[in-house]
């Protein structure tokens, strides 16, 4: 069997009517003599290392959320294992004007509680996606180009912009529809409890107990592929060691996020089977570059620091010259890993081969420390999550090391669950901490906007910009790009809006990771660049 031949999204050509006739004749003359269809396999059981904040699918836009939420919901556009988009909710879409798309929905599709899907749905949930309370990673960016919304029928919308935006489908194309009917006026505890958490997914929400499992039940009138399980239940267990032992007692079918060292010892191993990919995400450090006072900088004793070092760039790049990405990757990461220098791996739109992974540099990083008054150094302390990816923090401690050994004084070095870490990353409450971002698109145009670009709630940018760095000439590069239909210039201005923020260390970037994951026989998964370990990736073998 190829896995790579597998999709959710079913697909059926149309017949002629005489011979759609006789092939109706001919399937009703042989069906009794055909064994009927395999049963759904009763039960599946996924050992996930890090848990959704919410089930709603609007809270957060952190993969750990959306891993959670493709299993329930579904979005205009799905995203295949090669990060390219294929219709999923919008059947087809079209430019009627320079700043106005066409979308035709698919037809038949309904919602879990029988409620049919209709245009409705999607402009409610366009709408809802900026002013979900809370969110720590909102989807405001995803909608920022929309200036309003017309239903021209049931499955038909027609979506001015408020200027040409030539990835606006890609832009839309996050939003996760959510129904009107079930949604209108519920909160994000409504959909933790179940009473809003009703999708056109390929699985319904049956239970959520925060900080154990996730239960979901097949929908048997989904309009794809039939799904291959009558239950699917995710456990998460953020400990890697607690992960691999459910798994090889047989408790859980499949993991994700297997370390490295690990993988080495499953690959081969009779019974199971290790998948694994390149990932488009990027693991990098984020510093407070915008404050003139910063909450965990001191002076190189330990003492209140009056000012924010990290607000000058020489500062910004010392520290970037302290890190040994290549030591990183090779022992900490087993080789599972790609040194990084900008917001994407080479072969995206928009990479730079002007940005290569900085080079370790102890001699120059010292002499910029000094350059910009800080011969002795200054104290900091390090945040990071404990259970978002494989080995972060494992890789807290490493960079804390390497900063220790260029004359930085560490204060400490704080590891975090990352539901408490995102939403407290998000209220910049750290000065420098690591942080992902996955690119979910074919270009860094996402990853720069949500990440470098100056956070403006209103116009949707910076979504993720959680030091809240800013470099007008970035911004001015980006807006020109997202206006820009032919495909080289586009990409020539990405490129120059990656050397800008990368050149300036808006964030420091460390490298791209392998994702690993590993299954008993008989569950297949199909390894994705986005890393995610949802139904939409899984199934049983045949």
């Known amino acids: 069997m190829t896995v790579s031949s597998f999709s959710m999204h079913g697909a059926r050509r149309g017949l002629p009517a005489l ?99 209709t245009a409705d749905d999607v402009v409610f949930s366009l709408a809802r996606a900026p002013k979900v309370p809370n969110s720590p990673a909102p989807f405001s960016g995803a909608v920022r180009s929309i200036a309003d919304v017309q239903v021209i029928d049931p499955l038909t919308l027609r979506i001015r912009t408020k200027e040409p935006t030539p990835d606006f489908m890609e832009q839309i194309g996050q939003v996760y529809i959510v129904s009107r009917h079930a949604a209108e006026g519920k909160r994000s505890e409504d959909f933790n409890s179940g009473v809003a958490a009703i999708g056109t997914g390929p699985y319904k929400f049956k239970r959520w107990q925060p900080g154990d499992s996730l239960e979901l039940e097949r929908n048997d009138h989904y309009w794809g592929r039939r799904p291959d399980f009558d239950r699917v239940v995710i456990r998460y267990i953020a400990n890697d060691a607690a992960r691999i032992s459910a798994l090889l007692s047989g408790s859980v079918d499949l993991i994700d996020s297997v370390p490295p060292t690990d993988a080495r010892n499953i690959k081969g191993k009779p019974g199971y089977t290790l998948y694994s990919s390149p990932s488009a995400r990027l693991i990098y450090l984020a510093l407070d570059s915008a404050r003139d006072i910063s909450p965990f900088i001191t002076d190189a004793q330990g003492k209140p620091l009056s000012v924010n070092p990290l607000k000058d760039v020489r500062v910004r790049q010392a520290i970037s010259r302290m890190f040994m990405r290549g030591p990183i990757t090779e022992r900490l990461l087993s080789g599972a890993g790609v040194p990084a220098g900008q917001m994407v791996p080479e072969g995206l739109g928009g990479y730079s081969p002007n940005l290569p992974a900085p080079a370790y540099d102890l001699d120059g990083a010292r002499a910029l420390l000094a350059q910009a008054g800080y011969p002795h150094g200054f104290g900091l302390t390090l945040h990071s999550s404990n259970d978002r990816f494989a080995g972060d923090s494992d890789l807290a401690q490493a960079l804390a090391q390497m900063m220790a050994r260029a004359g930085l004084r560490i204060n400490g070095v704080v590891t975090q669950p990352y539901n408490v870490y995102a939403g407290a990353s998000g209220k910049q409450q750290y000065s420098a901490f690591i942080f992902s971002y996955g690119n979910s698109t074919g270009d860094s145009a996402g990853g720069l906007t949500n990440v470098m670009a100056t956070y403006d709630k209103a116009a949707g940018t910076g979504a993720f910009n959680r030091a809240r760095y800013s470099n007008p000439e970035l911004d001015r590069l980006l807006a020109q790009a997202a206006v820009e239909f032919d495909p080289d210039a586009r990409n020539a201005l990405l490129r120059q809006a990656a050397e800008a923020g990368f050149n300036d260390v808006g964030i420091v970037p460390l490298y791209f990771p392998v994702a690993f994951w590993a299954a008993r026989d008989g569950t297949v998964l199909r390894a994705n660049k986005l890393e995610r370990t949802s139904m939409l990736y899984i199934q049983e073998a045949k």
Do not use: C, K, Y
């Not at 039960?43 to 952190?62: K, Y």
């Not at 988009?85 to 919602?111: C, K, N």
């Open 19 to 117: 011979a759609l006739a006789a092939t109706l004749t001919l399937s009703l003359a042989l069906a009794a003599l055909l064994p009927a269809p395999a049963a759904a396999r009763p039960l599946l059981t996924i050992g996930h290392s890090s848990e959704p904040s919410s089930m709603d699918p609007l809270f957060s836009r952190t993969g750990n959320n959306q891993a959670a939420a493709e299993n329930i919901f579904e979005r205009l556009m799905s995203t295949d294992e090669n990060m390219q988009s294929q219709p999923s909710l919008a059947l087809s879409w079209r430019v009627v004007a320079p700043d106005t798309w066409e979308i035709r929905l698919r037809p038949g599709v309904r919602f879990h509680d029988g409620t049919p899907f």
